[in-house]
């Protein structure tokens, strides 16, 4: 994006043929060639330059429904993540009981190219979190912050993310666990497993947020 407009890459709609497939990022859409002359735009080696109203109205839909996306998604993200700090503190009561050990978090814990994604359940995390140095940091507030999520390449050690919440602040960086190894987080994960016999059914979040918040009293 420019200061004044957006350059999209453009190709023929080969399902229609009097439209054009538009893309600017990950956004998407089909329009009647007609808009080019209309709008007096001019196509340059599959590029085009189109003003902030133009951009708007013809990714409308992809841009409500990345909105819709990302809302649902901090949704989710907020119904489980920053309640770590009380899960943390109550961590006796859900290690002592399967309904609450076995919730798994929304998203997963580990994620290595080639390899997909691990999830982890609650209990998990907590056992990780109290015995393994590599997945707790300092932060900035003096607090402790908790890696629960983190992602990276196992071929070469790179990492990507190293998601993190401070106990004490409830800061979220996606950056804060970068200080330890891709490999020594890694070796911290797969010490742990889901606890057996499992729960026929686990305890919703609601639930064990209640559950949390009594027994914090």
Sequence with gaps: MSKKGYYINIYTNKTKSDFLQIRYGRFNASIPKSYIEENNLAIKS???FINKELYEKWF???IENDREYWRKRQEVF????PHIPLFYECREMILNEPRFYGIRPPYYIMGLAYCGASSATLGELL????NEETMTFTCECGGKKFCFLFSGSPLSGTQGDSQTICSNCGKWDTKGGASSSLGSKIKARIKYKAI???AEKVASYEELIKECIKFNA
């Design 60 to 62: 409308k839909e992809e």
């Design 127 to 130: 056992l990780i979190w109290e």
């Design 196 to 198: 057996e016999p499992r």
């Design 46 to 48: 599959d590029n085009m």
């Design 78 to 81: 907020n119904s489980f993540y």
